[in-house]
T-cell receptor, first 115, second 115 residues
Framework: DTGVSQNPRHKITKRGQNVTFRCDPI?????LYWYRQTLGQGPEFLTYFQNEAQLEKSRLLSDRFSAERPKGSFSTLEIQRTEQGDSAMYLCASSVSETQRNEQFFGPGTRLTVL | AQKVTQAQTEISVVEKEDVTLDCVYETRDTTYYLFWYKQPPSGELVFLIRRNSFDEQNEISGRYSWNFQKSTSSFNFTITASQVVDSAVYFC????????????FGKGTTLSVSS
């Protein structure tokens, strides 16, 4: 399967703990995005990478959140000192670089539950 | 500011009925992209279509058709002869014209097709 993959698929943690999610984009895509989706809402943009450079961050990305893409391939999203309000589905998407079409292909998501 | 409104929260139809999902958007950009995504119960967002702002030609793909009207800022999606497998949440989204820009999603319309 050559789609976007995300791990883990589910994560349950206690408030105050740190969590890290991983995203592996489609191999030829050099653009990578993170979104967050809460129940009954559409996905909301968090941050965007082109290769290893983080080019855009939403104001939703508080200082407890950090994202990296060290070698321009996979990306990690870390949440420190989790809060119950962080409970959501975290989605990763990737898109090709050679065109301007901006079609983003999504992974299955990581569902985070903070107890 | 960019905004996408999907006024229909839930729609229920019986198999073989036609159904139209509404999408209205707001943007100050003169060029932009519009998208539809499907999110089945499994949770993974599936890309359906991309339309750029200067192409108002309607598009048909099998049982799916899209009606883009720039004058009313609408990008509606029609499923003809609906099937149970069409049951999902459908999202309309908007982005700037440059690749790498965030998708702005509506809140989605939940379509339930019963047999």
């Amino acid at each position: 399967d050559t789609g976007v993959s995300q791990n883990p698929r589910h994560k349950i943690t206690k408030r105050g703990q740190n969590v890290t999610f991983r995203c592996d984009p489609i191999s030829e895509h050099n653009r990578l995005y993170w979104y967050r989706q809460t129940l009954g809402q559409g996905p909301e943009f968090l941050t965007y990478f082109q290769n290893e450079a983080q080019l855009e961050k939403s104001r939703l990305l508080s200082d407890r959140f950090s994202a990296e893409r060290p070698k321009g391939s996979f990306s990690t999203l870390e949440i420190q000192r989790t809060e119950q309000g962080d409970s959501a589905m975290y989605l990763c998407a990737s898109s090709v670089s050679e065109t301007q079409r901006n079609e983003q292909f999504f992974g299955p998501g990581t569902r985070l539950t903070v107890l | 500011a960019q905004k996408v409104t999907q006024a229909q929260t839930e729609i229920s139809v019986v198999e073989k009925e036609d159904v139209t999902l509404d999408c209205v958007y707001e943007t100050r950009d003169t060029t932009y992209y519009l998208f539809w995504y499907k999110q089945p119960p499994s949770g993974e967002l599936v890309f359906l279509i991309r339309r750029n702002s200067f192409d108002e030609q309607n598009e048909i793909s099998g049982r799916y058709s899209w009606n883009f009207q720039k004058s009313t800022s609408s990008f509606n999606f029609t499923i003809t002869a609906s099937q149970v497998v069409d049951s999902a949440v459908y999202f309309c989204a908007l982005s700037g014209y440059q690749a790498g820009t965030a998708l702005i999603f509506g809140k989605g319309t939940t379509l339930s097709v019963s047999s």
